[in-house]
């Protein structure tokens, strides 16, 4: 069983800062790939960044290239979201998740999801 848990969520104006963390319990990830995706009211769940646990090899979404930085910390099992330059239209639920195989951009490729961490952008 694995377990993730999020914080770092909040209120930010637009321009400004936020670091997600998301802390993974349960198992060894030495081979996993983990993923951020998020879910505006309204919309489908998109993917926001995902990095290989072994290698540190990164993945981004067209939308948040140059502005958001998925890092993580083997030792602590815990990986990050640093969202920079944030835009009112990031605002959504962010979700971390540990890949299970398939591509790294999709929902579905995942097996675990934390429970969220909201992040609301004001213009």
């Known amino acids: 069983q694995v377990q993730l848990v999020e914080s770092g969520g909040g209120l930010v104006q637009a321009g400004g800062s936020l670091r997600l963390s998301c802390a993974a319990s349960?198992?060894?990830?030495?081979?996993?790939?983990m993923g951020w995706f998020r879910q505006a009211p309204g919309k489908e769940r998109e993917f926001v960044a995902a990095i290989s646990w072994s290698d540190g090899s990164t993945y981004y979404a067209d939308s948040v290239k140059g502005r958001f930085t998925i890092s993580r910390d083997n030792a602590k099992n815990t990986e990050y979201l640093q969202m920079n330059s944030l835009k009112p239209e990031d605002t959504a639920v962010y979700y971390c998740a540990a890949h299970r195989g398939g591509s790294y951009y999709l929902g579905p490729s995942y097996a675990y999801w934390g429970q969220g961490t909201q992040v609301t952008v004001s213009s």
């Open positions: 349960g198992r060894t990830f030495s081979s996993y790939v």
